[in-house]
Each structure stands twice: as structure tokens, then as C-alpha cells.
Nanobody, 122 residues
């Protein structure tokens, strides 16, 4: 049974930093690209950042480029999202997801975590 479990969400002031993590089990982690998505109230879930199988390639939504950084540890089966210079518009539930293909598309991700809330106060 595949499980993705996010942790590290919370409340932070604008301009601050937060790191969210995702621990995976039940899958050959190094065979999956990993992504972070987010969903704000009343909005669709959107791509935030992705990382390929080896960690050698990453991509980011324009809205977070230069502020967020995604990384993975295949030995520990974890993927992290370091978020700096946070803005109130970054407030959302953040989800990690696993995909067999290197993709920005939500539909290509087969496995999802339950999400962790990130709230940025102004």
C-alpha cells in the first residue's frame, strides 16, 4: 500500500520560511518523480515544484521560482520543499504526489498525500 505523508506545515509571517516534508512508503521511491502541489480555498489544485527520479532535474511554477526549493533523499524516501520569502498568497494546503513520468500535470500523478496546511499571515 502506497503512502505519502506530509509534515511541517504551520503558520508563518509574511517574509518568513517554512519547510514541508513528505515521507513515502510502499513504492520504489527512486522510480518515481515527485511533485508538490497546493490548493487554496476556492481554487484548483496547482503545480508548485517537481523533481525527477534522481534529483538531477527540478522545475517550478513561475509564482514560486527563486523562493522555493525542492529536494529529495532516495535513501530516506523523502522529498522536501523549502519555502522562503513566503507571501500571504502562498497560503494553501500543500500536497506531495508521485508520478512514473516527469510531468507538471496533476493527472499524471498516481499517488497523493493527505496534505499539510501552510498559512502565511500578513
Amino acid at each position: 500500500q502506497v503512502q505519502l505523508r506530509e509534515s511541517g506545515g504551520g503558520v508563518v509571517q509574511a517574509g518568513g520560511s517554512l519547510r514541508v516534508s513528505c515521507a513515502a512508503s510502499g513504492l520504489t521511491f527512486s522510480s518515481y518523480a515527485m511533485g508538490w502541489f497546493r490548493q487554496a480555498p476556492g481554487k484548483e489544485r496547482e503545480f508548485v515544484a517537481g523533481i525527477n527520479w534522481s534529483g538531477g532535474a527540478t522545475n517550478y511554477a513561475d509564482s514560486v521560482k527563486g523562493r522555493f526549493s525542492i529536494s529529495r533523499d532516495n535513501a530516506k524516501k523523502t522529498v522536501n520543499l523549502q519555502m522562503n520569502s513566503l507571501k500571504p498568497e502562498d497560503t494553501a494546503v500543500y500536497y506531495c504526489a508521485a508520478s512514473r513520468s516527469w510531468s507538471l500535470s496533476r493527472s499524471d500523478y498516481a499517488y497523493w498525500g493527505q496534505g499539510t496546511q501552510v498559512t502565511v499571515s500578513s
